[in-house]
């Protein structure tokens, strides 16, 4: 069983540091046995994070490997690269960064170990001491333990690597949504839960009253934990500094029984810095960059036009704050075209930063803008409970509307008034329906779409009529293509 126990934010040290300075540290455990054509080779890499760069780490660290089926065994990684950092650019969108400013220092070690064979607890650990004294919710000072754990009995595996900066700044007040999630690689399932930071291997920290390892941060309003995302939903009200800890269970499915299997846990351990010197709303708002050449303002609705060209299949959006990019997905937004008809999204594009946050959302349709009118776009609540949300943690309000502008598309053979020839009936039905052309148009295919734009099948008509009596009752939508072009039409179903 696989489990990577990463802390985050918090003071700890390797045996041969005599420092107070670190912040977090984590191994993470990567294979690398199908470059290098060594059976059961692994990379290993220990990440530490510090408050500047003089609090004396060496250039080796040692790492201790134990199983229950092999020898114990330590592992030298050597120092690769440190980089000093600033707290990310999103964070200052909620605390003023003139008025405080928190820079640290990040260290890495790589090594590689060559595993003896397969076991269900490879485990990679490294503890030390001692936690800082200035952490708002625990007197647990002593030891600090982290580890890495591999269950390799199904096949190599990569450990889940972080989306964002263990060490974040927050400001008081503010509506937050913290990212605590990981990126699976190799396509396993993943469950989150919040639990408490060890100690040792067996012994987790005690939480200062009324803190809890389910409860580890201050918060005016009940806190929220999505164990499918790891996004923890509170507004902090204590100025601070706080950790909380998360255990990622890894799920894998056997291919022989279909069933999912546990293969490794993991462990994050966050901390939270919450300031009081917060800029105003205005900043904090997820905001449209009106500065970009494709937005306006409609003269009398006020609503935002975003312009587009006729097939066009992505529809860019620009920021002026940033986005959390691991709140967009493609149920965030419905768009329609100037008949209602609903245009599918199948995928998003962005250039995403190292603290996983972007300026810019591009949303994939398929297909594209085919007709010239005015489109709409609603911003809805997606799977995953919010809209698009600033990297502070304040959404685009649900049922917001845009305008989006399609011009440039050819002008048709026929005219609209000819298109809307095709006659239905009778409209509602009772699930065959009639279909004719006042100018004996010869219809080369037809489609009906649910009004999520899932096209549902393509039926043929039989002496000009289509049985739609599979179709349960509602509203649908109904594509009719000719040589001239094409026409939608609602279709109503009892």
Known sequence: MKKLYILLGISFFPLFIQATHLKAGYIHYRYIGDSTGVAFQYELELLLYSDSSSVGLGNQASISYSSSCYSNQQVTVNVVSGL???L???NH??????????????????????????????????????????????????GIYIESSLNNHMGPNDSPKRTHDPVQQLALGVSTVWSMGALELDGDSLYYSLVAPRENPTTGINFNSPYSA??????????????????YHFTPNVVGEFIAGVEISEYRVDTTTQMP?????????????IRTNQKADSLINLELDLNSPFLTLHPHTGKIVVDQNCGSDTLFLPFVTPVDAYSVNTTDIRIYDSLSVPLPVSSVIMDVDEHGQTWEVGFILNPGFQFNGNHTLVFRKGIDGNTLRSICGIEIPEFDTLILRVTNCPALDISENQLSEWILYPNPSTGRVFIRSEISQTPMDIAIYDLSGHILGRPIPTNNELDLSSLSSGVYILEIQTPNGVQRKKIILK
């Not at 003896?116 to 490879?122: I, N």
């Not at 389910?214 to 996004?231: M, R």
């Not at 299997?261 to 810095?273: K, N, V």
């Open 261 to 273: 299997i546990l293969i490794g846990r993991s462990m994050t351990e966050f901390d939270a810095q």
């Open 93 to 142: 969108a909620c605390a003023n960064k003139d008025l405080f400013q928190y820079n640290y220092y990040t260290t890495t070690y790589r090594g590689v170990i060559t595993l003896p064979g397969k076991c269900m607890d490879h485990t990679f650990s490294y503890s030390t001491c001692c936690r800082p004294q200035y952490i708002s919710n625990t007197s647990s000072y002593g």
């Open 84 to 86: 000093a950092k600033s």
């Open 214 to 231: 389910t409860q580890p941060l201050p918060s005016s309003v009940p806190s929220l934990f999505d164990p499918q995302t790891g996004h």
């Open 88 to 90: 990310p650019r999103g």
